[in-house]
T-cell receptor, first 114, second 112 residues
């Protein structure tokens, strides 16, 4: 069966520090991968998605970047965090060979920028 | 691109009553509409979904209806229970889009 791992679960970082959140998927090949952000009391905002190694689509302009160095690994990064980067970050995957996009989420990373 | 609007943002109902959450979408090509439930501090999980070739789908106390002409779909929860308290998200997608667009979420509270 497929599983998704996301870490760390919580993170407190000072303003201006770098960020690296990692997500890996097991049990499937060539998954579609996603990074979502959920600000307090807000909806799920799609930040990046990837349909293959090295292929990254950015949905909103921001202080963050994403990379997919391996088929089942998706990384969210920042060179210098802003206070507004605080939120709940969710990685997700979906099967690439389906006509519809059911997403399976990781457990999330709660990032607090201080 | 697709835009999904969800209402209400908060909903409070008495235990045993019904709850209805509504969503509208903008892209008439969208053909897949899932609903996710997110309990406090946890990941969103799929609870029910509907595709555009049907108008209604039911799973025990949960049902979803779709009106393609009006471009809206709704989640109906009957005989609500305290464990139904959570944030619910609707979403829309279309074949080949490879991504889901979510609504803003509804915080549902079931009062005992």
């Amino acid at each position: 069966s497929q599983t998704i791992h996301q870490w760390p679960a919580t993170l407190v970082q000072p303003v201006g520090s770098p960020l690296s959140l990692e997500c890996t998927v097991e049990g499937t090949s060539n998954p579609n991968l996603y990074w979502y952000r959920q600000a307090a009391g807000r909806g799920l905002q799609l930040l990046f998605y990837s349909v293959g190694i090295g292929q990254i689509s950015s949905e909103v302009p921001q202080n963050l970047s994403a990379s997919r160095p391996q088929d089942r690994q998706f990384i969210l990064s920042s060179k210098k965090l802003l206070l507004s980067d605080s939120g709940f970050y969710l990685c997700a995957w979906s099967a690439p060979d389906r006509s519809y996009t059911e997403a399976f989420f990781g457990q999330g990373t709660r990032l607090t920028v201080v | 691109g697709e835009n999904v609007e969800q209402h209400p943002s908060t909903l409070s109902v008495q235990e045993g009553d019904s709850a209805v959450i509504k969503c509208t979408y903008s892209d008439s090509a969208s053909n897949y509409f899932p609903w996710y439930k997110q309990e406090l501090g946890k990941r969103p999980q799929l609870i029910i979904d509907i595709r555009s070739n049907v108008g209604e789908k039911k799973d025990q106390r949960i049902a979803v209806t779709l009106n393609k002409t009006a471009k809206h779909f709704s989640l109906h929860i009957t005989e609500t229970q305290p464990e139904d308290s959570a944030v619910y998200f609707c979403a829309a997608s279309k074949e080949g889009a490879q991504k889901l667009v979510f609504g803003q979420g509804t915080r549902l509270t079931i009062n005992p």
